[in-house]
Each structure stands twice: as C-alpha cells, then as structure tokens.
C-alpha cells in the first residue's frame, strides 16, 4: 500500500482552502495536515461549527484524512511570532484555548491528531518553572482531549523547551497518557537527533502519531525543498514502512511555489519511497 503522504497548509498559504485541498487530492496525496489559521479555517472567526462542518464535508468528498496543526505564527498575537506558548509569562490561557479549540475542531472533522509543540523558554524564566508551565498546559489540553478521544502528537522543535526526542520522552512519562504521542519531523533529526534518521523511527515507531517531512541541511534548521538538503530518503521511508498515519510535507516559506512544490514533493517521495523496494 505504500505510505499515505499528506501536506501541511504551511506551506498553501497562498491558496484558497477550498483549493489547495482539491490540489492535494489531484496529485494523489491521501491528507492534509491543517494549519488552523486566519486565512485557513480561523480558530476564532464567526460560526466556526458551521465552517469546520463544510470542511469535514469537503474532506470526506476528496478522500483526505486530515492532521490538525497548530503552529500559525500570528494567530494569537498579530507581532510576536508563535506567541504567547505554553511557557509564556502571560497569555498562556490563550494558548492552551487554542489548543483546546483545536482538538474541538480535530473531534468534529474525524481527523487522527493534533499535532503542537512547547515553545521556546524566554529570558528570566527558569528551567523548573518553564517545564512546569508546558506539564500544566499539557494536562489542560488532555482534559479536553481525553472525552473526545482525540490523540495528541507532540513535536519536538529545534531550539524550543522540548527539541529532541529525549526531551519528549521525558514528557510522555510525566503525563504518562495513552493519547499523548509523538509527531516526528523528519528533517529535525539532523539537527537534534545523534542517531541516523533510520534509528531515530525505529526506536519511537510505538509512539508516533505523525510525521512531518521536509528536507534539511545537517546540523541547521532550515526547512528545504527535496533534494536540497541533507536528509538521505531512501532510508528514511524505508525505516517508516508500515507506518499507518500520515507523513505530511512541511514546507512553510513555499506557499508562492505550492502550484509546483505539491506535485514535485510526492513525486519525490513516492520515488524515493519505490527505491527502498527496487534494491
């Protein structure tokens, strides 16, 4: 069956929802991993039932699994990117809504996770308070979570409060709940992870909910188109192999290339995907 590959809107910025979803569709993806946004399904516009019930409509018709992303850079703050966070001194509240929003919206559209991240620790807060912030904010969103049976898939981020996969193990035995995962992004892991790629899948294939996939060079975090960076593919998919949830393509500073980045991208991979089996 091969797996199932998805794309972030991120990256569709440029486009319509409505159309970017049909463009997925056209070129064979079978998800999308969807950035609530002001432009793309806003979290906190008017009538949100009825919009999330024309979406999950639309989903349904296009044969679209869908991921709920959470990562818009101003969407709760028009000039600090990705603020407030879970650690943040004030307006955290705000973040653990959205996020409560966002797994209300993942419940009604029938989508597989949630996919979030801790944010970074700012000057003058400390290590013990900024842990017990993202634990208490985590706690809130499971609350939410757990009677909808929604899973939650938490992304380790280069340079934030949980950037590798050793700082969301620690994480996960703190919360120590079923619906509490993992998204793995794939590129992250020349940046954070000192194992290879293959290893890094296998060890935390058990836990993972999603993934998020996207070229990198080693060592920086800069999301690149396929083939530009250092990530080896081959391996990779072949180290996701039987892997049941989506694998969705991140690539955020792309949307003025989406009419050609979205067809490319599974082209790339599924030929990559075709390679580990050809040998």
Same mark, same amino acid.
């Given at each position: 069956m091969g797996l $199932?590959?998805?794309?972030?809107t991120n990256g569709l910025g440029d486009h319509r929802l409505d159309d970017a979803l049909r463009m997925l569709a056209d070129h064979g993806y079978s998800g999308v991993g969807?950035?609530?946004?002001?432009?793309?399904?806003?979290?906190?516009?008017?009538?949100l039932p009825r919009r999330v019930a024309v979406t999950a409509d639309r989903l349904r018709d296009l044969g679209l699994a869908v991921v709920v992303e959470t990562g818009a850079r101003f969407v709760l703050d028009a000039r /600090?990117?990705?603020?407030?966070?879970?650690?943040?001194?004030?307006? $955290?509240?705000? $973040?653990?809504?959205?996020?409560?929003?966002? =797994?209300?919206? !993942?419940?009604?559209?029938?989508?597989?996770? *949630?996919?979030?991240?801790?944010g970074v620790r700012r000057p003058g807060v400390s290590a013990e308070t900024a842990w017990q912030r993202l634990v208490e904010g985590c706690e809130a969103?499971?609350? =939410?979570?757990?009677?909808? &049976?929604?899973?939650? !898939?938490?992304?380790?981020?280069?340079g934030m409060l949980v950037a590798s996969v050793d700082d969301w193990r620690r994480l996960r035995? =703190?919360? #120590?709940?079923?619906?509490? #995962?993992?998204?793995?992004? *794939?590129?992250?892991?020349? *940046?954070?992870?000192? &194992?290879?790629i293959p290893e890094v899948v296998k060890d935390v294939r058990d836990e993972l909910f999603y993934v998020q996939i996207d070229d990198m060079p080693r060592g920086v975090h800069e999301h690149l188109d396929f083939g530009e960076g250092d990530v080896d593919f081959p391996p990779a998919?072949?180290?996701?192999?039987?892997?049941?949830?989506? *694998? !969705?393509?991140?690539?955020? /500073?792309?949307?003025?290339?989406?009419?050609? =980045?979205?067809p490319r991208s599974i082209e790339f991979l599924k030929a990559a995907e075709n390679a580990t089996t050809t040998k």
């Open positions: $199932r590959y998805a794309y972030v969807l950035s609530l946004d002001h432009h793309h399904l806003d979290p906190f516009g008017p009538d /600090r990117k990705h603020e407030p966070t879970l650690l943040s001194d004030e307006g $955290r509240e705000r $973040r653990v809504e959205f996020l409560r929003i966002a =797994t209300r919206v !993942a419940a009604d559209l029938g989508a597989e996770a *949630v996919s979030f991240w801790s969103v499971l609350l =939410t979570a757990e009677p909808l &049976q929604v899973k939650l !898939a938490f992304e380790p981020e280069p035995d =703190t919360l #120590g709940h079923p619906l509490f #995962g993992l998204t793995l992004d *794939v590129g992250h892991c020349l *940046v954070t992870e000192p &194992q290879p998919l072949d180290a996701l192999k039987g892997f049941e949830g989506l *694998v !969705a393509v991140e690539l955020s /500073r792309h949307s003025h290339t989406a009419h050609t =980045t979205v």
